[in-house]
């Protein structure tokens, strides 16, 4: 089971934002992160924990291994603001989200 | 550039049955694992299933095995999913997504979805 926290982040344009999943089991690094904006399709932000996609912007950044993750936003900018969802691939079937982070403008 | 391109949704009727059809463009599909991603109306991320390369794998959410049918047709770049004895939790937008490159099932491209609903 994969956890994430916390359920909303109010956040200002520029500052830092910090999301956390918490996996029930260790996953190694085999850790994703997505980001989902309203009415569109998830985006893969992150894999192994901390690799950026390809296109990611380097305010996106990953860490963590086993059982505890963190996604940090370095400086939030406008189109950042979505449901951030992270995602293990090393107990599987099934591959399991998390339930989602949503950053809002505070 | 990476195109998956869903269809075959709609309305049905408790019990009923669609086939839905993702079709790829951009990539060499018969590479790649398959997926199939649902996301019920305000709710988050649920993996369905998947299939390997040549179709000789397939995974299922326990919640879809029995009822649901995942396949693929390298010939013509698509894979499918044949849902089956619908229920109305099953209502959701459906996501084709292509696995990444890196080990393991990383769900690196998506198609825009499309959406079954379930009810009388």
């Known amino acids: 089971v994969m956890t994430q926290s916390p359920a909303t982040l109010s956040v200002s344009p520029g500052e830092r934002a910090t999301l956390s999943c918490r996996a029930s089991?260790?996953?190694?690094?085999?850790l994703a992160w997505y980001q989902q904006k309203p009415g569109q399709a998830p985006r893969l932000l992150i894999y192994?924990?901390?690799t950026r996609a390809t296109g990611i912007p380097a305010r996106f950044s990953g860490s963590g291994s086993g059982t505890e993750f963190t996604l940090t936003i370095s400086s939030l900018q406008s189109e950042d603001f979505a449901v951030y969802y992270c995602?293990?691939?090393?107990?599987?079937?099934?591959?399991?989200f998390g339930q989602g982070t949503k950053v809002e403008i505070k | 550039e990476v195109q998956l391109v869903e269809s075959g949704g709609g309305s049905v009727q408790p019990g009923g049955s669609l086939r839905l059809s993702c079709a790829a463009s951009?990539?060499?599909?018969?590479?790649?694992?398959m997926n199939w991603v649902r996301q019920a109306p305000g709710k988050g991320l649920e993996w369905v299933a998947n299939?390997?390369?040549?179709?000789?794998?397939?995974y299922y959410v326990d919640s879809v095995k029995g009822r649901f049918t995942i396949s693929r047709d390298n010939a013509k770049n698509s894979v499918f999913l044949q849902v089956n004895s619908l229920r109305a939790e099953d209502t959701a937008v459906y996501y084709c997504?292509?696995?990444?490159?890196?080990?393991?099932?990383?769900?690196?491209?998506w198609g825009q979805g499309t959406l079954v609903t379930v009810s009388s």
């Open positions: 997504s292509r696995d990444h490159t890196a080990p393991g099932i990383i769900f690196d491209s």
């Open positions: 951009g990539f060499t599909f018969s590479s790649y694992w």
């Open positions: 299939i390997n390369q040549n179709g000789g794998e397939k």
């Open positions: 089991q260790s996953v190694s690094s085999d």
């Open positions: 192994g924990a901390s």
């Open positions: 995602q293990q691939y090393n107990n599987w079937p099934p591959w399991t």
